[in-house]
């Protein structure tokens, strides 16, 4: 995906009889994943205008443009949904879009390389981002904490972290 879109939700399945889609949002503001202009797929061949309906259990009911029948929103289900950087509103200078940290290197406060962000997750107490390097056998995952992670220069390409005793032996 280029860095020019950022996924911003999926599709959880259809709902209904008559096209509409379960939306899940990773919007900060769930409703506000209608407002960012057409979604597009992750290889940008097809874009969506989003139409909310109501609110429903795990999400939104949704009306996806072309989509008419339970058929085709239950074909969509998995389907990531990425909106236009241009469309989102900026962030503070203390946040970011999870996008924008995979693929940094993660060093030490002493500067030694521990490994590049993978992924980032959030399971709800907080992201966690997930460390991958050739020193690793497999995958850490550190708290995204300010006390954890005091610096991250998205323009040089690092994040400068201060991990927990034994996270990264």
Excluded at 63 to 80: Q, V
Excluded at 103 to 113: C, E, F, K, R, S
């Amino acid at each position: 995906m280029a860095k020019d879109r950022i996924c911003v939700g999926a599709v959880a399945g259809a709902f209904g009889v008559r096209g509409e889609v379960r939306l899940k949002s990773f919007c900060a503001r769930a409703e506000d994943i209608a407002a960012y202009g057409p979604l597009w797929t992750e290889d940008g061949a097809r874009a969506f205008t989003v139409t909310l309906t109501r609110p429903v259990s795990g999400g939104l009911a949704a009306r996806l443009s072309g989509i008419a029948t339970r058929e085709e929103a239950e074909a969509l289900r998995g389907l990531r949904l990425y909106a236009d950087r241009a469309a989102l509103p900026a962030l503070p200078d203390d946040e970011f879009y999870h996008a924008d940290l995979i693929g940094l290197t993660v060093q030490d406060t002493g500067g030694a390389v521990l490994g590049r962000v993978q992924a980032v997750h959030d399971h709800g107490a907080g992201d966690l981002l997930e460390i991958a390097g050739p020193g690793l056998k497999e995958p850490v995952l550190l708290p995204f904490t300010r006390a954890i992670v005091p610096t991250v220069d998205i323009a040089a390409g690092r994040i400068v972290a201060d991990p927990p005793e034994g996270l990264f032996e």
